[in-house]
């Protein structure tokens, strides 16, 4: 069982910027593909990014040149930076990885909320 736990949300006016950071459990994470979701209210939880084990990302076309995802094995950290934010950035960020092809894969952290307001 691999445990998520994210930190690094918060207010943030527009055009701000934040990281998100995501700290795995065990001894496993170099070999898992990680992912950021978000869900806005009253929305269906969204892909936002991911990377795999091997650093190949992939981007939601609603936040591509804008976010960045990254990867620290030696710390077992998944990072997000978020940048040129805009009010409808505003949501619950989670943390997912785990093994396999599809996504969502197992793992999930708790959640971290982002608001994007003046």
């Known amino acids: 069982q691999v445990q998520l736990v994210e930190s690094g949300g918060g207010l943030v006016q527009p055009g701000g910027s934040l990281r998100l950071s995501c700290e795995a459990s065990?001894?496993?994470?170099?070999?898992?593909?990680m992912a950021w979701y978000r869900q806005a209210p009253g929305k269906q939880r969204e892909l936002v990014s991911s990377?795999?084990?091997?650093?190949?990302?992939n981007y939601a076309d609603s936040v591509k040149g804008r976010f960045t995802i990254s990867r620290d094995n030696a710390k077992n950290t998944v990072y997000l930076q978020m940048s040129r934010l805009k009010p409808e950035d505003t949501a619950v960020y989670y943390c997912?990885?785990?093994?396999?092809?599809?996504?969502?894969?197992?793992?999930w952290g708790q959640g971290t909320q982002v608001t994007v307001s003046s």
């Open positions: 065990g001894s496993v994470f170099s070999i898992l593909s």
């Open positions: 997912n990885g785990g093994y396999g092809r599809n996504w969502p894969k197992d793992y």
């Open positions: 990377i795999t084990s091997g650093t190949s990302t």
